[in-house]
């Protein structure tokens, strides 16, 4: 198997792929894969992203929330560990996050969020 480059801005996690290589084209990793990231520097304007744990209340009726820091360059949000999808799950204005109703974190839901 050979190894290809991840597109600009996209996050890899190594440790995942190499327990779960099938699950790769899916973009699918596990609440408890390893949270070691990598990102791309060439194309987050050198910096390296800071992990960060919104705030607001995961009880399956909020869908705001609020990062800690706010994004220069970018901002991944991760929900059980799965990167989610701004297009389709979330809106973000300055450091709001707002999920869209069918993607409201559950209790019990992790939310992280990698800011640069």
């Not at 996209?10 to 390893?34: M, W």
């Not at 220069?72 to 560990?81: E, I, K, M, Q």
């Not at 979330?90 to 939310?111: C, E, R």
Request: charged share 10%; aromatic share 8%.
């Amino acid at each position: 198997m050979s190894f290809t480059p991840p597109p600009a801005n996209q996050l890899v996690n190594f440790v995942a792929a190499s327990r779960k290589s099938r699950l790769i084209p899916s973009g699918y990793f596990s609440p408890n894969d390893s949270t070691n990231w990598i990102w791309d520097i060439s194309s987050s304007g050198g910096g390296i992203p800071n992990p960060v744990t919104p705030t607001g209340a995961i009880d399956g009726v909020n869908a705001v929330f609020v990062s800690p820091t706010a994004p220069t360059v970018g901002l991944a949000v991760f929900r059980n560990g799965i990167l989610q999808d701004p297009a389709l799950s979330y809106t973000l204005v300055g450091s709001t996050i707002t999920f869209n109703a069918a993607n409201i974190p559950q209790v019990g839901d992790d939310l992280m969020v990698l800011v640069d």
